[in-house]
Each structure stands twice: as C-alpha cells, then as structure tokens.
C-alpha cells in the first residue's frame, strides 16, 4: 500500500518574508507520473479550498487587525479522518496549509482509499 499527501504550494520553501511567496517550482519530485500509473491523476497548479473548514488568522497592517476566515489554510478534525487506518485515525486535529487533491481516472482499477477528506 502506498500512501500520499499532495503539496502544490510549499508555503514554507517559498517565503521571502512575511506575506510574500515566491512561486517558482522547487519541487524536486514529480508526482504525477507515478499517480497516473496508479490510476490517479494530481493537477499541481491547484489547491484545495474549505470554506467550512477554514483557519482563522488575523489579517490587516495599519490599522485595527480583523480575524478572518482563510480558506486555504483548513483546520482537519475527527470527522476529515479515515477512522479505520492507523496512520490518521486517532488524530483529533491537524492544521493543513494550502493542500493538494488527488483524484481516480475513470476506469482506474487501483484502489482507492482517502485518509483525510474536506467537507462537501
């Protein structure tokens, strides 16, 4: 079995100082080669955004900071896990910034099992 986290936007590698990020592509490793031949498919120029799931973080500079919901940023809880696998199952919390998706080709004959989910 294999398993997988997709990072389209390595938040961390890329920032120049606060706020700003350098998109370039520093990624070393090319996943979509090795999900197609799994019957996957990866779009590396997306992230997965949950409203409903959405971190709160503090956003303005001169004047009064708000707390906004970021939606790009999601706060995973018990019900985002896969129960069942031990690799999540008993987590109660994981913040996740700027996440992949994966997804099955039509047809694929490999099986799939998801171990964190957003909200519909």
Known sequence: MRSFFVDPLSELSGQQSPGQFNVEDKASFRPEAALHRLGRRYD????????????QVQFGGGGIPRVVDYIAWMRMMPENFNLADPAVGNLQLLNIASAGALKAHMGATTKFVPLISSSQ
């Open 44 to 55: 590396p120029t997306k992230v997965v955004t949950d409203a409903e799931l959405a971190q």
